[in-house]
């Protein structure tokens, strides 16, 4: 079992959980994070806005997926953020140690 974590830019993300809808997953959480990478504070447009930040609004994926599924996620996660541009994103791929089903008590 692996956890792959995608941090894309949020009008990527529904495209993104569209194309992973598919692949059986263990499980799976989004989140709204902010943050830079290369493109530091880039000037960027989303909608319909153009601003210049220092963390830029990221949307974090965390996915728990078999081990023979990993590059087949990976490679879905990766044509659906592809945009082109600057600051589409990350992909990581996260070994799972110890992972217990929690039981009520």
Known sequence: MKEVIAIVKPFVAEKVLQAVEAIPLEACSVREVKGFGRQKSYLDRYGD??????????????????????????????????????????????PIVGMHDVEPA
């Open 49 to 94: 806005s153009e601003y210049s930040l220092a963390f830029l609004p990221k949307v974090e994926i965390q996915l728990w997926v078999d081990d023979a599924r990993v590059d087949e996620v990976v490679e879905r996660i990766a044509a659906a953020a592809n945009t082109g541009r600057i600051g589409d994103g990350k992909i990581f791929v996260l």
